[in-house]
């Protein structure tokens, strides 16, 4: 069964690729609602209690059966069934649920995660944190490992197929394995998680090198992955061989607010940001994306949002933004002992290019490269991007 894609109507679900697609377009799950459906056509042949389907997909963690109904909920919204209707799902009253819809195998597929066509061969796993969220990591490549620290917005699996992300996975698992994650709240990581805080994403680094068996590695923090790089870095010294960070910055807008108008303008901004994300309005979202990319096309812009949009939900990306906001890793960063290498670009629109110096001036034993762009995420075609390699692999190398 996990090697199989199956079909039922216009669906197709790949369990063993953790996609659900309709008519070709891929449709987002909660991962733990996703679970539940994956469960659910595995044994259709019969009624499924509620208490295996708690116990599958939440485990050891004690959830009410309001978590169930919810996600229950949201997987028929996906599947285009209702709780009237339930013509893929039925209830059985007193005993569980069964998947009835017909299913047919619509193609086999070798057992393992595999992405999709056109991309270098990953395999995705799971761990979870201390209090049970479920995080999603993938290795890709062979060779010496490069981990790299999540950030604001990543899919494990959607990112090979973004023209935003496509060519730095490619480039970074050159001649190397690379090793990253989706931090929980986002991509196939949980999204309904119990703590959300910067802590949490220091642990769930930790949680990721344990699982993957990692001893001593070079390190890569982007945007505010750089925070977590650098706060990781402080805790497990002895793990962390090179640190590279690219966009990054010590403190949050907030936090690096020098005076009442800076202060003002800061809480201005968030809560616009609060209001574009809750609603999802398209013009907030195109300029937000075009802040990260903004020597970019609007079909960058739009490509970037279209991803956004499959990466978290509209709560879960106005929490991001507030934890950003609040980031400052400004008085442990001396404390960082290995190399590290500063890239930044040096018309950064999203992140002041002064952001790149302070941190220069924070971390002992650190060199700064500005490249010449403007973007917050370098794309494929500009010069910055190339170089943007040279420099990492250089270092690395070191």
Known sequence: MAGEVLRFGEYELDIAGHQLCRAGELVHVEPRAFDL???????????VPKNELLDVVWGDRFVSEAALTTALRTVRLAIGDTGEQQQSIRTVHRRGYQFVAPAAVARPRPAGTVVPDGASRQVIRFCRAEDGTRIAYATVGSGPPLLKAANWMTHLDLEWTTPVWSHWLSGLARDRQLIRYDERGCGMSDWDVPSFTFDDWV????????????????????SQGGAVAVAYAVRRPERVSHLILAGAYARGRLVRARDDDEREAAGIDLEV????????DPGFLRIFASQFLPDGTTQDWDDFTAFQRQTTSPSNGVRFLEEFADIDVSRIAHRVQCPTLILHSRNDARVPAT????????????QLVLLDSGNHLLTASEPAWPEFLSHLNAFVAE
């Open 203 to 222: 642990d769930d680094l930790d949680t990721v090198v344990e699982a993957a068996g990692l001893d001593r590695f070079p390190l890569l923090g982007v």
């Open 273 to 280: 940001a609060r209001v574009g994300w809750r609603h999802q």
């Open 355 to 366: 952001q790149a110096s302070e941190l220069a001036a924070l971390i002992p034993n650190s």
């Open 37 to 47: 459906l994956c469960h659910l056509v595995t044994h259709r042949d019969r009624v």
